[in-house]
């Protein structure tokens, strides 16, 4: 290594130590979330952010490569193929986590739709890394991730769009900053790829103190690090809503989630306006005595609404009510 290379080496190790420690964090704090909560939102993104952890991994494997196979390494077919492999797999593994926290945030439930995706972006990608030789090739076969990307943001857009609940509406509304960073720093990276590969059509050039190559994209890790900042904000939040067993004294933040998508959860099981009042009040800790008393009605009543809350979402227990409704939250 030349002495002058020696910072912009150090450099970007850094960064991607960054990357690789805000994607583990990202995912330790969404499994917590979950392990409280049993969201599926929160173990797709786990998920999602581990995937991504693995795949930044592989270029500091590239290293190891070296001192393994000596120089030959990056031009070892054999190498090169497992590696681009294996880069396909945990990408599409990435990307399809993070597709079905979309559709699980749009209440899409159509197993054929959401499967199609990732078996196109699998296949689409073994095809491109055949025809990889060419800078055209290069620059689809690295682009084809955002492409992905950009299906997420336009199905979101679609379902909101054509959304006539005015209250799912407003829910779907809540990700709106999240979606332009998303679609912003998607565009950036696609922009970097056409630079080099359709531009310059090389394979690395200095941008000062920065080493750009066809190995890394700044952007890619720029929209995941800030995909982990969200992340973490959010399941932090929902960690502090003591999911597993409910303070009797509600805080304004947790009766704003409550209120937020009561109606919504009302909705899908077809509950009553008296049975939705009896779920935010079992969702506020209150046994059946005291939502007799906050309702004026009598305990015997407060069981009938109970059942029937019980049958119409298919729960076994109250907890089980609880549970179901955080879920969904």
């Known amino acids: 290594m030349k002495a002058e290379e020696t910072p912009v080496e150090f450099a970007t190790y850094y960064f991607t130590l960054l ?18 909560s049993r969201s599926r ?7 999602g952010f581990l995937c991504y952890f693995i795949d930044v991994a592989f270029m500091l494997q590239d290293s190891i490569a070296a001192v393994v196979l000596g120089s030959s390494a990056g031009a070892d077919a054999g190498y090169l193929l497992m590696r681009s492999v294996a880069t396909i797999l945990i990408g ?22 959401m499967a199609v995706p ?15 030789d060419t800078p055209e090739g290069r620059f689809w076969f690295y682009s084809l991730r955002m492409i ?7 199905f ?3 379902r909101y769009l054509t959304c006539r609940d005015e209250t799912e509406r407003t829910r779907m509304a809540r990700g709106r900053m999240a979606f332009v960073v998303v679609a912003v720093l998607a565009a950036l990276v696609v922009a970097e790829d056409a630079l080099l590969f359709l531009v310059l059509r090389t394979d690395g050039f200095m ?23 969200l992340a973490i904000g959010y399941a932090v939040r929902s960690l ?3 999911f597993e067993k409910p303070p009797a004294d509600e805080s304004d933040e947790r009766a704003a989630r409550i209120g937020d998508n009561l109606l919504i959860y009302a909705r899908r099981h077809g509950l009553t306006d008296r049975e939705s009042e009896v779920l935010r009040l079992i969702l506020q800790g209150k046994d059946n005595q005291n939502i007799a008393s906050t309702l004026t009605i009598a305990p015997s009543t407060v069981k009938v609404y109970v059942h029937r809350l019980l049958q119409k979402t298919g729960c076994e227990n109250r907890q089980g009510l609880i549970q179901d409704f955080w879920r969904s939250a």
């Open 41 to 47: 939102a929160m173990i797709l993104a786990f998920g």
């Open 207 to 229: 941008l000062g103190p920065i080493l750009i190559s066809s190995e890394r994209n700044y952007a890619e890790n720029l929209l995941f690090l800030a995909g982990a900042l």
């Open 148 to 154: 992905y990307v950009f299906w997420m943001l336009g």
């Open 118 to 132: 990732p078996i196109a972006f699998l296949l689409l990608s073994l095809g491109l890394l055949m025809g990889a």
């Open 19 to 36: 990357v690789m420690l805000a994607s583990v964090l990202a995912a330790a704090t969404c499994f917590s979330a979950y392990l409280v």
């Open 240 to 242: 502090a809503l003591r």
């Open 92 to 113: 599409d593994a990435c990307l399809t986590f993070f597709w079905l926290l979309v559709c699980d945030f749009v209440g899409e439930r159509r197993r054929s739709l």
């Open 156 to 158: 979101g857009l679609f």
